[in-house]
């Protein structure tokens, strides 16, 4: 169950009990979102510049990983589960927060060339993602990435898109931010596309802590979506694979018979 909300002081004053090794590391992120929050009021130019600062230390721990071995986990975890629940080699794919091809790098290799699109809002981490092409020989692909500054999503094309996926973006987003996605999505999926996104799930009151980790209501983020025309439903069986995160997948509905 997740149910607790990490922004209660109670909650804050537990965790530090528990685990005062990493009262110094929350110190410097509550100091560091203090002064972004200043510099840039705007999310989306905010979290870049986290992810800026983050990759600055670690590319791979400005993902979420923090070895190796867990960057290949998780990017296999991801690509498992699509793969297994309808991901074919003849589809295109949109990769919203591909970072640094964490999964990407496996979609690209698995997907027919030309066929993997990845977006994301920072300079930084693409140009990670760049060295992960090279580092892994996928040239010959022909993936395509691109700087975004929003999920307008507008220089798509309509219609394009059989698998949507974005891991841990909503994760560390407001709910404006995934209306806005829900909102122009459907334009560039095919019509029984579908778009898997990993969210940090609560059953209690919805909130954030600091201007990086927001905590949703499964129903919330399914209403939402329903609200633009798209079919969403939890995927139960995600929560078997142990990820902390949850899961959903949104379909673009078929047209009337």
């Known amino acids: ?17 528990r685990h005062p090794g990493r009262v110094a590391g929350y110190a410097k992120r509550l100091s560091r979102d203090a002064r972004l929050r200043r510099q840039h009021p705007d999310h989306v130019s905010y979290y870049r510049a986290v992810m ?13 990983s923090h070895t190796h071995e867990s960057w290949l986990e998780i990017g296999q975890l991801q690509f498992d589960y699509a793969t297994a629940h309808g991901l074919k080699p003849e589809m295109r794919m949109l990769e919203i927060g591909c970072g640094n091809l964490r999964a990407g790098r496996l979609f690209i290799d698995y997907l027919e060339p030309g066929s993997y699109y990845g977006v994301d809002i920072s300079p930084d981490i693409l140009l990670s993602a760049q060295r992960t092409i090279s580092e892994h020989g996928l ?7 691109t700087l975004i500054a929003d999920l307008r999503l507008e220089f798509l094309p309509s219609e394009h ?7 841990s973006v909503f994760s560390h987003s407001p709910i404006e931010v995934i209306d806005e996605c829900f909102a122009h999505v459907g334009r560039v999926m095919t019509a029984g596309a579908f778009f898997d996104f990993t969210f940090d799930r609560t059953e209690g009151a919805e909130h954030q802590v600091l201007r990086e980790d927001f905590y949703y209501r ?13 079919d969403a439903a939890f ?3 995600w929560e078997a694979t142990g990820h902390a995160q949850s899961k959903i997948r949104v379909t673009r509905p078929l047209p009337p018979a």
């Open 218 to 230: 499964t129903e919330t983020l399914i209403d939402l979506a329903r609200k633009h025309g798209l």
């Open 235 to 237: 995927a139960d069986d």
């Open 139 to 145: 040239r010959d692909k022909l993936p395509y990435l």
């Open 52 to 64: 800026r600062s983050d990759a600055a230390r670690n590319e791979e721990g400005a993902v979420g």
């Open 161 to 167: 898109f059989d698998f949507v996926h974005a891991h």
């Open 1 to 17: 169950m997740h149910s607790k909300d990490r922004s209660a002081l109670s909650f804050k004053i537990g965790y530090a009990l």
